[in-house]
């Protein structure tokens, strides 16, 4: 399974856009990238998935340049309830030989986001 | 509708004792996943269960930890003989699918051994 490796923490401000960057040099080429959030004392949140190029939904947004070698979780205007950890994940797609279903977990990345 | 729950909330045992931690993922979802989280660090895969079967329980760390899902809907991980590093957040989520589908996480067990 490929490895992922995301900064340990950030800080931002309240209204800013604030970008979260993997990488995953050893992607197969079946695996999909997903993000996860996590708030204290709660199960962690699906956030956003992608293949390649750029996927958005109504949270965030996710850019996946050519090669998926890396990925960038785009959170606009961030909010103090923002706060969390956010994961990513490389894997999925069984059915087709890739990775197995199980989500493989790095520490994440910890964002504060202050008033 | 519901999500995923898992009874119960928190569980303290001492050291040797066993311990069932139960969870009861989303109506409808065949595939059911129990993590476990140490503080500081993400989830943890143990093992996956695609309808009653053990697909993949390569995370379990030994053979004190076993789970079980008869019927295909609610699963109990069972842990003997416990030890204090048995502590942490067991997680379990529940998914439609097997591959790259979106996983329902529930709200977690707290087991302390003491």
């Known amino acids: 399974l490929a490895k992922t490796t995301q900064p340990i923490s950030m800080d931002s401000y309240e209204g800013q856009e604030v970008n979260i960057t993997c990488s995953h040099n050893?992607?197969?080429?079946?695996?999909?990238i997903t993000w996860y959030q996590q708030f204290p004392s709660q199960g962690p949140r699906f956030i956003i998935q992608?293949?390649?190029t750029k996927v958005t939904n109504e949270v965030a947004s996710l850019f996946i340049p050519a090669d998926r070698k890396s990925s960038t979780l785009s959170l606009p205007r961030v909010s103090l309830s923002d706060t969390a950890v956010y994961y990513c994940?490389?894997?999925?797609?069984?059915?087709?030989?890739?990775?197995?279903?199980?989500?493989?977990f790095g520490k994440g990345t910890k964002l504060s986001v202050k008033p | 509708g519901a999500g995923v729950s898992q009874t119960p909330s928190n569980k303290v045992t001492e050291k040797g004792k066993y311990v069932e931690l139960r969870c009861d993922p989303i109506?409808?979802?065949?595939?059911l996943y129990w993590y476990r989280q140490s503080l500081g660090q993400g989830p943890e895969f143990l093992i996956y269960?695609?309808?009653?079967?053990?697909?993949?329980d390569s995370g379990l760390p030994n053979d004190r930890f076993f789970a079980v899902r008869p019927e295909g809907s609610v699963s109990t991980l069972k842990i003997q003989r416990t030890e204090r590093g048995d502590s942490a957040v067991y997680l379990c989520?529940?998914?439609?699918?097997?591959?790259?589908?979106?996983?329902?996480f529930g709200p977690g067990t707290r087991l302390t051994v003491t």
């Open positions: 109506s409808g979802h065949t595939a």
């Open positions: 050893n992607i197969a080429t079946n695996d999909y």
């Open positions: 989520a529940s998914s439609f699918g097997s591959d790259a589908d979106e996983q329902y």
């Open positions: 994940l490389v894997g999925g797609a069984m059915n087709y030989g890739g990775s197995q279903g199980n989500l493989i």
């Open positions: 992608g293949y390649k």
């Open positions: 269960f695609q309808g009653t079967g053990a697909a993949d």
